[in-house]
């Protein structure tokens, strides 16, 4: 038996034989079964025929204007027939039993290091070309491809995903009645992939640096989210562990208890709502106590359907039964919060009606995302409006509020709010007439912060998001495992920041909450509420632990804790004095 570790980020202990998936670099690859051969090897054949069809047509095309050049692409016509590249790339699937992308990959870096050692300038250029047509053969590979989740639907055993990375986009859409669970070399608490993780309840391990070269496929791994470890070729003793399923769903509590109000022992209420990512995930909402959703993280919409595009009319449906569903209590839905890393996934592109341009090399988590990227496009966000606003209408019983990711400035939020005034005008001139309905800001840029006196004066409410304030404040990029140690939610400067927020809020009447993962550790949601904050939104399997805590400290204790802690200069300090309080704080920012 081998042991990897690495962080713990779903709880529940499960086997199965590793499936493996490398995602870096948007190569994927994965075990092609017997069945599966042939499919897979016309599928190449089609993509060398599309190419050499696109390389005649940009031939023909460049000879028109300049026949000197045309030439050019003769070199990459030749090399679609040389028995070096598209008859090896099938070698490889035959024998490797992986996907063509793959074997292009593969054969590319072959033809690279070859082309590096050879002295001739002129066939070291060559490179270009070889690289130019492995693009062109991939690219043609995905038309009508079966993704790798269709794939992983085939599987006739139990098995478990081994990754160097796993977008969001994937796990949302992975049947996890057939794969048991995932570990991943990248990743860490607060990355998406692990949020999804426990909301599907599905046991993951992530940032564990080399597990998807150390495990082969078909080999069988035990994976621990409660321990944070793989175990590969497992103990009878740790498969027994799995086969009896360690179970880690929460303990909940009888029916009373489950619907009795978060407060301190002293009787201060706190307000516990729900972090979910599907519509369905209502009822889990529910059974666990939140008062209501606190944060819907709309974008999930683009990424779990069949690839069709998603309609105003449908998300209207979405969205109106998730008010009807959580009525009285309320529903906070944050607008799509998609970065151009996920709309670099041809399954998100696809899934906005208008699609969105995307500039793939320049993709980035910092770049056009969230509210910027509805305001540079708006279509989408107009079609969202409008659903949302539709839904607020047809019930009256439910709670809407709106509120907008990734906001750095005032204008935006004026920006946002206008086109909210235009989707709702253009109802009325349709006859449909919508209520007002809360506008609030996620604040997790530090511009955000640091004018959350000035945002306030024209926003309805707050969301603090630590997840994203946090690495944006401490510069560590929240899904990079190489920095999640420098990751701390106790770092003096993000308690100072959370302070300010709360305290503008408060000066300024509107109502301030906090949905970052932190306020699932019942130790920091403590320090929270001693800062001063009493509206919390987390994942619903956090809810019950929350009120029992809660139920059991006073919050003149917290305050006197939290004026310790803001006087302390570094994490291990803060983090000594909240453990003397608490105990052991969990792993957040291992
Ligand atoms: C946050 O940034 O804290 C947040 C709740 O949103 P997300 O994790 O979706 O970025
Ligand atoms: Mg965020």
């Not at 909940?252 to 489950?258: H, Q």
């Not at 529910?286 to 069949?306: D, H, K, P, Q, V």
């Not at 005032?410 to 506008?439: F, K, N, S, W, Y």
Request: glycine fraction near 6%; proline fraction near 4%; hydrophobic fraction near 45%.
């Amino acid at each position: 038996m081998r042991r990897l570790n690495g962080i713990g980020v779903s709880p529940g202990v499960v086997s199965g034989r590793a499936v493996i998936l490398i995602q870096r670099g948007h190569v994927l690859r994965y075990q092609i079964g017997e069945r599966r051969l042939g499919s897979e090897l016309a599928r190449l054949e089609k993509s060398r025929e599309r190419s050499r069809q696109q390389l005649l047509d940009i031939r023909a095309r460049v000879a028109l204007r300049r026949p000197e050049l045309a030439s050019l692409f003769d070199a990459q016509l030749l090399m679609l027939d040389d028995p070096m590249l598209v008859s090896r790339v099938a070698d490889i699937v035959r024998e490797q039993r992986v996907n063509a992308e793959w074997a292009v990959q593969q054969v590319f870096h072959e033809f690279s290091s070859v082309f590096e050692e050879v002295a001739d300038p002129y066939l070291r250029e060559r490179k270009g070309d070889v690289s130019d047509l492995a693009g062109r053969l991939k690219m043609n590979l995905q038309q009508g491809v079966a993704m790798p989740r269709e794939l992983l639907r085939e599987l006739d055993e139990p098995s478990v995903i081994i990754a160097d990375e796993l977008t969001p986009s994937l796990v949302a859409q992975v049947d996890w009645t057939k794969v048991r669970g995932f570990a991943t070399d990248a990743g860490s608490r607060t990355s998406h992939t692990a949020i999804l993780a426990r909301s599907l309840e599905v046991p993951a391990v992530v940032g564990l640096h080399n597990a998807s070269e150390v495990v082969q496929a078909g080999q069988l791994v035990v994976i621990d989210g409660n321990a944070g470890a793989v175990m590969v070729d497992p103990t009878p003793l740790e498969l027994a562990r799995a086969a009896r399923g360690e179970d880690h769903r929460p303990a909940v509590g009888g029916d009373a208890e489950r619907r009795r109000p978060a407060a301190t022992a002293d009787g201060v209420r706190i307000r516990l709502e729900a972090n979910i990512e599907f519509p369905n995930d209502l009822a889990a909402a529910r059974y666990a106590g939140a008062e209501g959703i606190g944060l819907y993280r709309s974008e999930f919409l683009l990424t779990g359907s069949s690839g069709a595009a998603i309609t105003e009319d449908e998300q209207y449906e979405i969205y109106r039964g998730m008010l009807e569903g959580m009525a009285p209590e309320m529903v906070t839905v944050r607008t799509f919060d998609v970065d151009e890393d996920q709309l670099a996934s041809q399954l998100t592109r696809q899934a906005l009606a208008d699609g969105w341009a995307v500039d793939e090399k320049r993709a980035s988590r910092q770049g056009l995302r969230g509210l910027r990227l509805s305001l540079a496009q708006p279509e989408p966000f107009q079609a969202q409006l409008r659903a949302l606003l539709r839904a607020a209408r047809e019930c009256p019983q439910g709670r809407l509020r709106i509120m907008f990711p990734f906001v750095s400035s005032v204008e935006q939020l004026r920006e946002a709010r206008r086109m909210v005034r235009e989707a709702a005008g253009e109802l009325a001139r349709r006859g449909e007439a919508v209520p007002a309905v809360p506008i609030g800001v996620v604040i997790e840029i530090p511009a955000a912060a640091y004018t959350a006196d000035l945002l306030a004066r024209e926003a309805d409410f707050f969301t603090i998001g630590t997840n994203d304030l946090i690495q944006y404040c401490l510069a560590v990029d929240r899904a990079d495992e190489r920095v999640s140690r420098l990751y701390e939610p106790l770092h003096p400067a993000i308690l100072r920041v959370i302070v300010m927020v709360r305290r503008a809020a408060v000066r300024h009447r509107i109502p301030v909450s906090l949905c970052g993962e932190m306020a699932s550790d019942p130790a920091l949601l403590a320090l929270l509420v001693g800062l001063g904050l009493t509206e919390f939104s987390m994942t619903s399997a956090a809810i019950p632990a929350a009120k029992q805590v809660l139920a059991e400290v006073r919050s003149d204790d917290l305050r006197a804790l939290a004026r310790r802690v803001l006087k302390l200069a570094t994490v291990e300090d803060i983090e000594r004095e909240v453990t003397a309080a608490f105990g052991r704080l969990s792993s957040i920012h291992e």
